[in-house]
């Protein structure tokens, strides 16, 4: 599965952005997906996962409340809405994939999108 994601750019703390994540295939509903994110001179890490049906989601403790994950399977497409945002929150987002119930690793990825949040 190849990964496009895209809706980073600059916003104020405490505005909104939604990042899409568009995939290729005809297998999206088989993949499990995941967002993540990579500060300056940090490692990656987890921000939220959905699963195949959406029936289960998981979200790092410092986005829970703010930001929501969802998916359409109809258009091989997951989404991150981020509220309240702050400037911690700066990083490059990337989205990936997995079969679900593989597991924690994600063998797929998309390039990421820059989300930069000003305070």
């Known amino acids: 599965v190849q990964l496009q994601a895209s809706g980073g750019g600059l916003v104020q703390a405490g505005g909104s952005l939604r990042l899409t994540c568009a995939a290729s295939?005809?297998?999206?509903?088989?993949?499990?997906m995941g967002w993540f994110r990579q500060a300056p001179g940090k490692e990656r890490e987890f921000v939220a996962e959905i699963s195949r049906d959406s029936g289960t989601r998981y979200y790092t403790s410092s986005v829970q409340g703010r930001f929501t994950i969802s998916r359409d399977n109809a258009k091989n497409t997951v989404y991150l809405q981020m509220n309240s945002l702050k400037p911690e929150d700066t990083a490059v987002y990337y989205c990936?994939?997995?079969?679900?119930?593989?597991?924690?690793?994600?063998?797929?990825w998309g390039q990421g999108t820059q989300v930069t949040v000003s305070s």
């Open positions: 295939g005809r297998t999206f509903s088989r993949y499990a």
């Open positions: 990936a994939a997995k079969v679900d119930g593989t597991g924690s690793y994600y063998p797929y």
